[in-house]
């Protein structure tokens, strides 16, 4: 079993940054890629950013690409979201995943392929 530690949300200004770090722990060797996915009240989970393995492989929702970076540290278990030019819309719960499946570009966007996940973590851009 693997289990999601997210941390990092808060509130923040439009225009500020933030960094959300997801740690893993249990038996992390059994993980590929990892993703990142946010939802807002009263919409649908959506995805925002996904890793392969090692790292080198990287996806991004249109409505982030250039602003938020994701990236992991395997010796450390854990990964990483960090978000720049924050905006009001970017308010949602945050929810790392992860999934013992090797994923495609485009499958790493479909939350149904990870099997696992964390509790979430709320980030607030404020005006």
């Known amino acids: 079993q693997v289990q999601l530690v997210e941390s990092g949300g808060g509130l923040v200004q439009a225009g500020g940054s933030l960094r959300l770090s997801c740690a893993a722990s249990?038996?992390?060797?059994?993980?590929?890629?990892m993703g990142w996915f946010r939802q807002a009240p009263g919409k649908e989970r959506e995805f925002v950013a996904a890793i392969g393995r090692s790292g080198t492989s990287t996806g991004y929702a249109d409505s982030v690409k250039g602003r938020f970076t994701i990236s992991r540290d395997n010796a450390k278990n854990t990964a990483y979201l960090i978000m720049n030019s924050l905006k009001l819309e970017d308010t949602a719960v945050y929810y790392c995943a992860a999934t013992y499946g090797i994923l495609g570009l485009t499958s790493r966007q479909k939350s149904q392929n990870y099997q696992y996940w964390g509790q979430g973590t709320q980030v607030t851009v404020s005006s």
């Open positions: 249990g038996q992390t060797f059994a993980t590929n890629s």
